[in-house]
């Protein structure tokens, strides 16, 4: 038997299960997904209502019964997922495997944990699958862009990181000398996260230096912060124009559910399957 034939998925239901969930080219697919989509953000605005105590006090019963329907359609879901893969592993630990899960496990976990099933929110992160049931491949195409751009400046952001953690270790030092614990910078590691606080520009105002020599180096971290954050945007706007543009097909592989191969790809290139 050819290798083409061990990897083929099966006929019969399971191929036309996989047709319907994984492949949004088809029309049943199509109609699948946009459904599953419009569950989810339904399913998120119950968790978001659910938060809001007036609303819970009002309709916590009914808000109940639509999280658990939505779980079990879910889990259901998630089940027929793997079901219709021949490697349903390589499914469950990839990215969309590891967001179906999260989309239904605080629901159970509540059962123990009441305050895990606010976790819920994640299910949001499964919508990125409209970019494939639209059909929108130069979306994924430019995310693709992204995600290599910032692969490739991992190491210059992390040595970019690195020199602003010690710049913040070295101001705080400086701020805690200047104006001392009598102006609330009560030790160094207090006048450290001030100095993160100021060079982000964030500026809490929980901490705020009295001294003319205080608010001088002050003065100097905020515009240095300026500059700060220009930097790790020049580095990934680089990569960026450095990224060559690749078409991505939206084609789900029948095995293992990878997405992101190239439009004339015959076999995946996580597990080899034929697609």
């Not at 019969?12 to 997904?33: Q, Y």
């Not at 614990?181 to 105002?205: D, L």
Request: charged residues 15%.
């Amino acid at each position: 038997m050819s290798n083409g034939a061990i990897n083929r998925p099966e006929s019969g239901w399971r191929s036309r299960l996989h047709e319907i969930i994984f492949e949004s080219d088809t029309r049943a697919g199509r109609i699948f997904n946009i459904i599953l989509s419009l569950a989810i953000v339904l399913s998120v605005i119950a968790v978001l209502l659910d938060s809001v105590h007036s609303i819970r006090d009002r309709f916590g019963t009914l808000l109940f019964i639509i999280e658990w329907f939505f779980t079990i359609l879910f889990t259901v879901e998630y089940i027929l997922r793997l079901l219709s893969l021949r490697q349903p592993r390589r499914y469950a630990v990839s990215f969309f495997g590891i967001v179906d899960l999260l989309a239904i496990v605080p629901t159970y976990f509540s059962l123990i944990f009441p305050g895990a099933m606010y976790f819920l929110s994640f299910r949001i992160l499964r919508l990125l699958r409209i970019f494939r049931v639209l059909k929108l491949s130069e979306y994924l195409r430019d995310a693709q862009i992204i995600v290599n751009a910032l692969l490739a400046s991992r190491r210059k952001i992390g040595v970019f990181l690195l020199t602003v953690l010690l710049l913040s270790v070295i101001m705080g030092s400086l701020i805690y000398v200047v104006e001392g614990e009598q102006n609330g910078y009560t030790s160094i590691p207090t006048s450290i996260y001030w100095a993160i606080v100021t060079m982000t520009t964030v500026g809490y105002g929980d901490l705020a230096p009295q001294t003319p020599l205080g608010k001088m180096l002050a003065s100097v971290i905020m515009i240095l912060g300026y500059a700060i954050i220009a930097v790790p945007t020049g580095i990934v706007t680089v990569e960026m124009s450095r990224s060559q543009i690749r078409r991505v097909s939206t084609q789900a592989c029948p095995d293992c559910g990878a997405e992101g191969h190239d439009p004339d790809a015959r076999f995946c290139k996580y597990c080899g399957g034929v697609l």
